[in-house]
């Protein structure tokens, strides 16, 4: 593409998870910018090369859950584990020579809008040594820096005075076997650990304030025929996942809204579900415990299924209550009683508000996006650009996540988005792009008002809600919906920054 005042245009882009993974292919791909990588970590994957912990897998099919120009016929499995995703993301970020493009190990301090040289700042240290190790200016800034990356760890759990684990920062090198492990939380994380977690241990004690809705998972074995016939006949692999898209389109069109009748009919099925399974286990006693008073889908419906199983096993006690106390090693429950335990698991979630962790990045008039973006509902236009930050992008931030589909598909539709926004501001010489306050404000209202009657809003605590109620973390939608939305940007909606005589640095 052309070049800007004589040069080409550069781009940072921070995380090498799927979304700065896809970013910086797109930027190279559809406009010729060789982007440079900011990864925290040694290594590229994000989400799938933290997320050790035992039994780590994503329950939506991989065919799916992966990149549509990088589809992948050797998926071992329905639903694979991280090791597997992961070597997915590597062997992408190799095709595409992105880790030559990375810094690793290397944490974006500061990101700070300089108007006059109209081009990002960026400060980073070593995260090692935490010395600063430089700074350099861009044209466009690119966030990928994952909404579920910043653990939640709640304050009374470090009275424990025994080795703690958060889940998303799993110490392999600790000895779980023969152990007796708390595990704080029922999420769809726990609901995965925790089938692995009992194997080894001599008991588990699951501490679960909120049951998870679980629904049992198809997961299967690929042939080896069905992955030649993949290999060698790859549009019907697309065909697949056209199937799987409209499958998991329809999961929305089931719980989406929780007072319809098919939600209804649907949940009163997955409530005999579940009693079915865990008086199948022997533990009809747990089925009180374990069926959620709260409608289907309102959390994250957690797909497993071994975890009702594994919680039916003599070695594992459901503890339906927080924890109220802690002394030394023993974990005190609402009613009582006392749990003395080994190793304390926090399947806790993660910290959201704000979005971009401890990182720091001010737009003009020096404005800190996490200080507005706690403050209150973080506010986007169409989820990808943000008012007073010119020309930058952030994916899978507020309001883009999915609670029924594949957030690679939504990556996919913000970066391509950014590319539009980018291909029109070089066709017309800008040096910058920036949503109108007006057209956020727009967004913002609409995306609000059509969460109402949704089952989000429908009675339960989740991350995807923030502490005034408002659903900040997903998409209002369907996938489609959210394509429809972002399909061509409409730029009488945004302020077009001209070029300004170069200021020399
Ligand atoms: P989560 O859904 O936020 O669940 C956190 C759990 O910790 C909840 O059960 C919560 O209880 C409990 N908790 C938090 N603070 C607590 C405290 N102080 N005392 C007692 N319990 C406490 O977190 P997650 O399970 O890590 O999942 C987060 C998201 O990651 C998921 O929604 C999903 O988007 C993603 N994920 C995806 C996959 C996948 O297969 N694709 C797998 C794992 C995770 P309450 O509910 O009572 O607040």
Redesign the pocket.
């Known amino acids: 593409m052309a070049p800007r005042n004589g040069r080409k245009l550069t781009a940072a882009v921070i995380g090498t998870g799927f979304s700065g993974i896809c970013a910086a292919i797109k930027l190279e791909k559809e406009l010729g910018i060789n982007p440079q990588l900011f990864e925290i970590s040694e290594d590229v994957g994000g989400t799938w090369h933290a ?1 050790t912990y035992p039994g ?5 099919p991989s065919h799916l859950y992966s990149l549509s120009f990088e589809l992948n016929d050797t998926w071992t499995k329905h639903y694979s584990a991280q090791a597997e995703i992961y070597a997915y993301l590597r062997r992408v970020a190799k095709k595409y020579n992105l880790y030559e493009k990375t810094k690793f190990e290397t944490e974006i301090v500061h990101a700070e809008w300089k108007e006059q040289q109209q081009q990002w700042l960026l400060q980073w240290r070593n995260t090692k040594n935490h010395q600063e190790t430089g700074s350099g200016y861009y044209d466009i800034l690119f966030a990928g820096l994952g909404p ?1 990356r910043v653990p ?1 760890i ?1 304050s ?2 470090a009275k424990f005075q025994g080795p703690i684990v958060h ?2 920062q799993w110490d392999s090198t600790l000895d779980y076997s023969n152990k007796r492990i708390a595990v ?9 650990a925790i089938p692995e977690l009992r194997k080894v241990a001599s008991h588990v004690y699951s ?4 049951p ?1 809705w679980i629904s049992p998972r198809d997961q299967f074995t690929y042939p080896s025929l069905l992955k030649f016939v993949f290999r060698w006949l790859p549009f019907l692999m697309r065909l697949y996942r056209i199937f799987l898209y409209l499958q998991h389109e329809m999961y929305y069109v089931s719980f989406g809204y929780h007072n319809s009748f098919l939600a209804r009919r649907i949940q009163a099925g997955m409530t005999k579900i579940v009693a079915w399974r865990l008086k199948r286990a022997g533990r009809p006693d747990l089925i009180p415990v374990l069926t959620p008073d709260y409608p289907l889908g309102c ?2 419906i957690a797909k497993s299924e071994l975890y009702l199983e594994a919680l039916a096993k003599p070695n594992v006690t459901v503890i339906k209550s ?2 109220s106390d802690i002394k030394e090693r023993t974990l005190m429950d609402k009613d009582g009683n006392a749990h003395e335990v080994d190793i304390l698991v926090l ?4 910290d959201v508000q704000g979005f971009t962790g401890n990182l720091d990045i001010y737009g003009r008039n020096r404005m800190l996006l996490d200080q507005k973006w706690r403050k209150d509902f973080p506010k986007t236009y169409k989820t990808v650009t943000v008012h007073g930050y010119p020309n930058f992008f952030m994916l899978l931030g507020p309001s883009a ?1 999915l609670g029924h589909n594949s957030v690679v598909t939504q990556i996919e539709i913000q970066v391509d988005y950014a590319i539009k926004c980018l291909k029109h501001m070089v066709r017309n010489n800008l040096a910058a792009l920036e949503p109108k306050e007006s057209a956020q404000e727009l967004f913002s209202k609409n995306l609000q008002k059509d969460f109402n009657g949704t089952v989000w809003k429908g009675g339960c ?3 995807y809600m923030n502490d005034a109620g408002e659903i900040y973390g997903l998409w209002k939608g369907p996938i489609m919906s959210f394509y429809w939305a972002l399909r061509s940007p409409n730029f009488n909606d945004f302020i077009e920054y001209k070029k300004m005589p170069r200021v020399h640095l």
Request: hydrophobic letters at 40%.
């Open positions: 997320n780590a897998e994503c329950d939506i579920l939640n709640p009374e759990f889940t998303t704080i939380g029922s999420g769809a994380t726990a609901v995965q501490f679960q304030r909120t998870a959390k994250r927080g924890v399947a806790t979630g993660f996540a605590r989740s991350w």
